[in-house]
């Protein structure tokens, strides 16, 4: 069964700082993994999607790698600011008991402070 | 440019009553999904529809039904409802789910989520 885990839970940085969000999943035999964020009471905005046959895909200050057969992917937010305080979701496409869909991590909590 | 759109957005319920929940989406997306999000257990599948007039089983199905009504609108029904569904639902599209599994990028797009309380 296909299990993703984001650390940490919760992150607490300065404005302006870089900063590294972590996503592992236990099946390698995915189809794309993507990258959410959620504002309170909101739903999920698609930040970047990476395809399994790709690294990394980027949009503005953010990056996104894929190392499937190790199981990680990793967000990188360049010079943070308060306004990208939310909670980042990492999710990850495959097939799963018969049923193509997405599995998605617990999620970290990202708070950037002026 | 709505996106998708859920209604209501907040709903209050006793146990045994029955519910839907409504979805549609302006994207003319083929596929289209529920959700429910709780505390500690992330997001997961109730179920899906990848394409009009078919709908398939997700991971958590119990105590659910669901219509694909047109390609628009795909609703959500709590026949008889129980205080364990309380939770957020949220209703997503992608362009093609048959897309995804021939290596296209179809990333979901998701509404601002039902806030369902069962009292």
């Known amino acids: 069964k296909q299990e993703v885990t984001q650390i940490p839970a919760a992150l607490s940085v300065p404005e302006g700082e870089n900063l590294v969000l972590n996503c592992s999943f236990t099946?390698?035999?995915?189809?794309?993994l993507q990258w959410f964020r959620q504002d309170p009471g909101k739903g999920l905005t698609s930040l970047l999607l990476?395809?399994?046959?790709?690294r990394e895909q980027t949009s503005g200050r953010l990056n996104a790698s894929l190392d499937k057969s190790s199981g990680r992917s990793t967000l990188y937010i360049a010079a943070s600011q308060p306004g990208d305080s939310a909670t980042y979701l990492c999710?990850?496409?495959?097939?799963?008991?018969?049923?193509?869909?997405?599995?998605f991590g617990k999620g970290t909590k990202l708070t950037v402070n002026p | 440019n709505a996106g998708v759109t859920q209604t209501p957005k907040f709903q209050v319920l006793k146990t045994g009553q029955s519910m839907t929940l409504q979805c549609a989406q302006d994207?003319?997306?083929?596929?289209m999904y529920w959700y429910r999000q709780d505390p500690g257990m992330g997001l997961r599948l109730i179920y899906y529809?990848?394409?009009?007039?078919?709908?398939d089983k997700g991971e958590v199905p119990n105590g659910y039904n669901v219509s694909r009504l047109n390609k628009r609108e795909f609703s959500l029904r709590l026949e008889s409802a129980a205080p364990s569904q309380t939770s957020v639902y949220f209703c997503?599209?992608?362009?093609?789910?048959?897309?995804?599994?021939?290596?296209?990028?179809?990333?979901?797009?998701f509404g601002d989520g039902t806030r369902l309380s069962i009292l």
């Open positions: 997503a599209s992608s362009e093609a789910l048959m897309l995804t599994l021939l290596g296209s990028a179809q990333p979901q797009h």
């Open positions: 099946d390698s035999a995915i189809y794309n």
């Open positions: 990476i395809q399994s046959s790709q």
């Open positions: 999710a990850v496409f495959n097939t799963q008991g018969g049923s193509e869909k997405l599995v």
């Open positions: 994207m003319n997306h083929n596929s």
């Open positions: 529809s990848a394409s009009e007039g078919t709908t």
